[in-house]
């Protein structure tokens, strides 16, 4: 088993491992308790992000997500426009309905996924802008 320092982060409650690279010039720092292969560099003045593929590669998913919400919002949206249905249907505002759900559904489902995949620590910025707000009015 190889020699690794972990540390665990009391803002974010995750677990980081200090790697050293294999001439021992450069240390990593890598999330440990998620999927993700978020890293690290450590630069001597500060951490920056050790993979640029990862950065290019969530553009293109950003982009992908996007179009997740707008493509099917559209759609419905289209054919709520074209074909409208009769004004004297008792379901009349049923195809509006669909169109603004189509649109929340895939919103949900995008943010659940980028939740899922990048761990953003909600809990614990609410949490610290909570004890922030209470340290400052006491």
């Known amino acids: 088993m190889p020699m690794m320092e ?15 690279s294999a001439d021992r010039r450069q240390q990593f720092l890598k999330m440990a308790d998620t999927i993700s292969m978020l890293r ?10 050790a993979n640029a593929v990862q950065v290019y590669t969530s553009r293109w998913l950003s982009i992908l997500g996007i ?8 759609i419905a949206s289209l054919a709520v426009y074209l ?11 049923f195809p509006k309905f669909w169109a603004i759900s189509t ?5 949900f489902v995008l943010l659940s996924i980028t939740r899922d995949y990048t761990e953003f620590p909600i809990k614990a910025y609410w949490r ?11």
């Open 67 to 74: 179009l997740l919400v707008i493509i099917p919002t559209v």
């Open 103 to 107: 649109f929340f559904g895939h919103l």
């Open 128 to 138: 610290s802008i909570r004890n922030s707000l209470w340290l400052n009015n006491s």
């Open 83 to 93: 074909f409208p249905p009769e004004p004297d249907v008792p379901l009349a505002w």
């Open 40 to 49: 690290w560099v450590w630069t001597g003045k500060r951490w920056e992000n």
């Open 6 to 20: 972990s540390l665990a982060c009391s803002f974010c409650r995750h677990i980081f491992i200090l790697e050293n």
